[in-house]
């Protein structure tokens, strides 16, 4: 059977279903994110980028207060932006989304991604991208964050986009470790070599677009989401699960936490219910298989940041 939590190297228990937020539109966020503590999520992801942290921290207060979870029951997740990588940018741009999300303190908080831009800097820029890049070390911002848990404003923390030399760069420089690194994971991207090499030093892999972002089935240039894979779905006829439950269940059966994203009922009920079957060996070879090294988020606009994460091969 698949681990429900798994556990951080600093004891904390993660919850493996976590409901990712980014794009959850205001006026749907709210209502996904109280759907989602309803039906059993207790982790919770999301970043100061994605601008909803205050619809979202609404949902969570309300099921605090109406006792149907405890505020220690949740794990709740955010990420500091590329704009504010200098150390003492660390601590007010928490403190800006705890205070959006109305909370004392947060469960995890993220690097978002190595590179850094300058403070004034568009947060995503769209051409000339060179002309914004500031040469922040994600070191120097690693001391900001640990700073944030000395504080108690965040239990622990992570990095998130790290290619594996990074990870390791920020282990050795380190006073507090980082529990996860945050990557696109899924089975076009099934990240088998970073998820081995962070495993063996304590480092867990947190999957984002587990489900190869659906919504962009049919874009140019982004690869096919497995979950419409013929294939998938008769795999998913075997075990009377649906392409998405298998892999989700594929990749927490690799000890990797997902997050999917969802607002809609049904689909936040299927995608957390993925504990009760047992994929074959042949089935996990095929999804094995599927992986072609594609990415959904390659931020390539950053390809000649000295940080840039994804020119080495793992
Ligand atoms: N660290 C980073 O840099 C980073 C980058 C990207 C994402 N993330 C995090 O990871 C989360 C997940 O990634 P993502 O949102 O990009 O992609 P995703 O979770 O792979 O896919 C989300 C899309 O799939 C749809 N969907 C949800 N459940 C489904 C199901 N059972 N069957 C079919 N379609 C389904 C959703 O539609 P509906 O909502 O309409 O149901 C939405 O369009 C994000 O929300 C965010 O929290 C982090």
New binding site residues.
């Given amino acids: 059977m698949l681990p429900k939590t798994i556990k951080l190297n600093n004891g904390v228990l993660l919850p493996t279903v976590?409901?990712?937020?980014?794009?959850?539109q205001p006026g749907q966020v709210e209502e996904?994110v109280k759907t989602a503590i309803d039906v059993g999520y207790r982790h919770i992801?999301?970043?100061w980028f994605?601008g909803n942290e205050a619809e979202v921290g609404k949902a969570i207060r309300e099921k605090i207060a109406s006792g149907v979870v405890k505020r220690e029951d949740l794990f709740i997740t955010s990420?500091l932006w590329n704009n504010f990588h200098a150390e003492k940018e660390v601590i007010p741009k928490l403190k800006e989304s705890l205070s959006a999300f109305g909370l004392d303190y947060l469960d995890l908080y993220?690097i978002?991604?190595p590179f850094g831009t300058k403070v004034d800097a568009p947060l995503l820029p769209t051409e000339n991208h060179e002309k914004y890049f500031s040469d922040v070390d994600y070191v120097e911002t690693w001391k900001g964050l640990e700073q944030g848990v000395k504080l108690g404003l965040t239990k622990s923390i992570g990095v998130?986009?790290f290619n594996a030399e990074q990870v390791e760069r920020v282990l050795k420089n380190c006073t507090i470790k980082p529990v996860v690194n945050?990557?696109?994971c899924?089975p076009n991207l099934n990240q088998k070599k970073l998820n081995a090499f962070c495993k063996e030093r304590g480092v867990v892999l947190v999957g984002?677009?587990?489900?190869?972002?659906?919504?962009y089935v049919g874009k140019p240039g982004f690869p096919e989401?497995t979950?419409f894979d013929p294939k998938v779905a008769d795999i998913g006829k075997k075990y009377n699960k649906?392409?998405?439950?298998v892999v989700l269940n594929y990749l927490v059966g690799q000890g990797i936490s997902v997050?999917?994203?969802?607002?809609?009922q049904s689909?936040?009920i299927?995608?957390i219910d993925i504990f009760d079957f047992t994929l074959s060996e042949e089935d996990k070879a095929y999804l094995d298989s599927c992986n072609k090294n594609q990415r959904?988020?390659p931020l390539d606009g950053f390809k000649n940041h000295k940080y840039y994460s994804f020119s080495s091969e793992f």
């Fill in positions: 976590g409901l990712g937020t980014y794009k959850s996904a992801d999301c970043a994605y990420k993220l978002h991604w998130s986009n945050q990557v696109e899924n984002y677009c587990p489900l190869g972002r659906s919504e989401p979950i649906t392409p998405a439950q997050i999917p994203k969802s607002v809609t689909r936040i299927e995608n959904i988020c």
